[in-house]
């Protein structure tokens, strides 16, 4: 079981939703279909959504991106108060961070 983390570029010089959202999951495939469920969606140049010079709001991950707890650029995330604050004054809080443990995202 792994971490996958997805995070949004503001294609369009916006973000919709979440800036990250952060998926417990067996495999890269599942955590990309639990993410898609809720909300996330790939080859948005591609479908019209999304501005082609800015590039896609969202990537699929690998399964080499796994982490073995929930992170944002190596800082651990709690899944149950979701707050990211880096170095660099980002502070993001739970409604910018959306984390969904394997046990929510079984449906």
Same mark, same amino acid.
């Given at each position: 079981?792994?971490?996958?983390?997805?995070?949004?570029?503001?294609?369009?010089?916006?973000?919709?939703?979440?800036?990250?959202?952060?998926?417990?999951? *067996?495999?890269?495939?599942?955590?990309?279909?639990?993410?898609? #469920?809720?909300? %996330? =969606?790939? @080859?948005?140049?591609?479908?019209?959504?999304?501005?082609?010079?800015?590039?896609?709001?969202?990537?699929?991950?690998?399964?080499?991106?796994?982490?073995? *707890?929930?992170?944002?650029?190596?800082?651990?995330?709690?899944? #149950?108060?979701? %707050? =990211?604050? @880096?170095?660099?004054?980002?502070?993001?809080?739970?409604?910018?961070?959306?984390?969904?443990?394997?046990?929510?995202?079984?449906?």
């Amino acid at each position: 079981m792994a971490w996958f983390t997805f995070r949004q570029n503001n294609s369009g010089g916006y973000y919709h939703g979440p800036q990250y959202v952060i998926v417990e999951a *067996e495999s890269s495939f599942s955590a990309n279909t639990v993410a898609q #469920e809720n909300d %996330v =969606y790939f @080859n948005g140049i591609n479908k019209g959504i999304d501005c082609h010079c800015c590039g896609d709001r969202w990537d699929r991950v690998h399964q080499g991106d796994g982490t073995d *707890e929930p992170m944002i650029y190596n800082v651990k995330i709690d899944p #149950e108060s979701p %707050v =990211y604050d @880096n170095v660099f004054g980002e502070k993001l809080n739970s409604d910018e961070i959306l984390v969904i443990p394997k046990e929510k995202s079984c449906k």
